[in-house]
Protein backbone atom coordinates (compact mmCIF):
# COMPACT_ATOMS: atom_id res chain seq x y z
CA UNK A 1 0.00 0.00 0.00
CA UNK A 2 1.82 3.04 -1.21
CA UNK A 3 2.24 5.89 1.41
CA UNK A 4 0.61 8.77 1.45
CA UNK A 5 3.36 10.65 3.52
CA UNK A 6 5.68 9.73 1.05
CA UNK A 7 6.70 12.03 -1.99
CA UNK A 8 5.70 9.87 -5.37
CA UNK A 9 8.29 11.48 -8.08
CA UNK A 10 6.35 9.62 -11.35
CA UNK A 11 2.51 9.56 -11.77
CA UNK A 12 0.43 6.49 -10.19
CA UNK A 13 -0.94 3.66 -12.43
CA UNK A 14 1.83 4.06 -14.81
CA UNK A 15 0.25 7.32 -16.48
CA UNK A 16 2.77 9.39 -18.81
CA UNK A 17 3.34 13.21 -17.60
CA UNK A 18 1.27 14.69 -19.84
CA UNK A 19 -2.83 14.32 -19.71
CA UNK A 20 -6.04 15.65 -21.19
CA UNK A 21 -8.89 15.33 -19.46
CA UNK A 22 -12.01 15.17 -21.42
CA UNK A 23 -15.65 14.87 -20.91
CA UNK A 24 -19.26 16.56 -20.72
CA UNK A 25 -19.31 19.69 -18.92
CA UNK A 26 -21.01 18.84 -15.78
CA UNK A 27 -20.25 18.02 -12.61
CA UNK A 28 -18.63 14.87 -13.07
CA UNK A 29 -15.64 16.72 -15.05
CA UNK A 30 -15.31 19.01 -12.41
CA UNK A 31 -14.74 16.21 -9.93
CA UNK A 32 -12.27 14.28 -12.41
CA UNK A 33 -10.15 17.64 -12.68
CA UNK A 34 -10.30 17.96 -8.94
CA UNK A 35 -9.09 14.39 -8.55
CA UNK A 36 -6.11 14.60 -10.52
CA UNK A 37 -4.93 17.97 -8.96
CA UNK A 38 -5.24 15.82 -5.67
CA UNK A 39 -3.37 12.92 -6.86
CA UNK A 40 -0.11 15.90 -7.63
CA UNK A 41 -1.06 16.97 -11.19
CA UNK A 42 -0.78 20.16 -12.04
CA UNK A 43 -3.06 22.12 -14.85
CA UNK A 44 -1.00 22.94 -17.87
CA UNK A 45 -2.39 25.69 -20.02
CA UNK A 46 -6.01 27.13 -20.52
CA UNK A 47 -9.12 24.83 -20.72
CA UNK A 48 -11.28 24.55 -23.89
CA UNK A 49 -15.05 24.16 -24.59
CA UNK A 50 -16.73 23.12 -27.59
CA UNK A 51 -20.64 22.05 -28.47
CA UNK A 52 -20.88 19.04 -30.50
CA UNK A 53 -24.81 19.40 -31.29
CA UNK A 54 -25.78 18.00 -28.00
CA UNK A 55 -23.54 19.18 -25.14
CA UNK A 56 -20.92 21.32 -24.40
CA UNK A 57 -17.55 19.23 -24.44
CA UNK A 58 -14.37 20.85 -22.50
CA UNK A 59 -10.96 19.65 -21.70
CA UNK A 60 -8.42 20.82 -19.74
CA UNK A 61 -4.67 19.44 -19.66
CA UNK A 62 -2.62 18.43 -16.83
CA UNK A 63 1.25 17.95 -15.68
CA UNK A 64 2.46 15.28 -13.29
CA UNK A 65 4.16 17.67 -10.45
CA UNK A 66 7.79 16.81 -11.47
CA UNK A 67 7.28 17.20 -14.85
CA UNK A 68 9.69 19.11 -16.91
CA UNK A 69 8.03 21.85 -18.86
Aim: glycine share 8%; aromatic share 8%.
Amino acid sequence: MPDKDKPTTTPPDGKSTYRLLTGKDDHHFCVRVSEALEQGWRLYGSPAITFNGEHCVVAQAVIWKDAAH
